[in-house]
């Protein structure tokens, strides 16, 4: 087997995981890879493109972007069990589909790992099968994990939301809300780019959502070196800040 040259080709592409409360807009995120921008007024075209998403959604539907499927531009499927999640991974891998779209939304993996544990308790019904039940857990969620972020031929978003759990000293901090410890633990490690989804206060009092990208500490983080600690919520922008 030949192995594969490094080019510029092969880096020129976004993954990110956003990890966010309920109801901050992960979802609604969609609408920045189009060109659209949150104003005072609404949601706003600010930027034209023909770019076309696959949204893959375990979530209970698209209300928050209605309008855009029903105008075509977003497209994608309905993930009800893990096996969807997994034959989806492989349809993408299809010439067809990697020339019908440019990205590929996944919302979210909150959702995406209840599934698996359902999964995973069918199979494995007994407690005393506890232990083999949650190793092939994270064994599965870690595969599909990485096998969706190299997906080389898209831009990869997952979303995901986050939960406040408590360390051995009862220090409390933002976690990925997923289940298992040991995927919760590495899961950040797998990703060059993982912006929080947060508000935050600005001067005359006034309160917007924002990207962090380095705080807190040990969530969110940017291995490009391009993005400030605070961005617009923007998920085009901030491929475009990254890959100029």
């Known amino acids: ?6 080019t510029v080709d092969t880096a020129q592409r976004f993954c990110a995981l956003v990890v966010g ?10 609408r920045t890879i189009l060109g659209q921008e949150w104003t005072a007024d609404g949601w706003r075209q600010v ?33 009800g069990s893990f096996a969807d999640f997994r034959e989806a991974q492989q349809m993408l891998l299809k010439p067809e589909m990697k020339q019908r779209y440019d990205w590929v939304f996944i919302d979210s993996l909150t959702e995406i790992s209840s599934r698996c544990v359902e999964a995973m308790k069918a199979k494995y019904p007994s407690k005393s099968d506890s232990f ?6 994270n064994d599965l969620m870690t595969q599909m994990i990485k096998a969706f972020r190299d997906l080389s031929d898209y831009n ?23 289940s298992g410890s040991a995927l919760k633990e590495r899961l950040v490690s797998y990703f060059d780019e993982v912006l929080h989804l947060t508000e935050m206060q600005t001067e005359d009092g006034a309160v917007c959502r924002v990207f962090r990208t380095r705080h807190p500490i040990g969530l969110a983080k940017d ?13 085009r922008s901030i491929c475009k800040k990254i890959m100029a």
């Open 47 to 79: 930027e034209e493109t023909s770019e076309k998403v696959c949204t893959l959604s375990a979530e209970a539907g698209l209300l928050c972007v209605r309008d855009l499927v029903a105008a075509g531009k977003i497209e994608g499927y309905e993930i």
């Open 223 to 235: 291995r490009s070196g391009r993005l400030a600690d605070v961005e617009k919520p923007s998920l």
């Open 21 to 30: 409360q309920a109801g901050l807009g992960k979802t609604s995120l969609l």
């Open 1 to 6: 087997m030949a192995l594969r040259p490094i």
């Open 156 to 178: 990869v978003v997952f979303t995901c939301l986050e939960s406040v759990d408590t360390d051995q000293d009862k220090r409390r901090f933002i976690a990925p809300a997923i």
């Open 132 to 137: 083999p039940m949650w190793g092939e857990y």
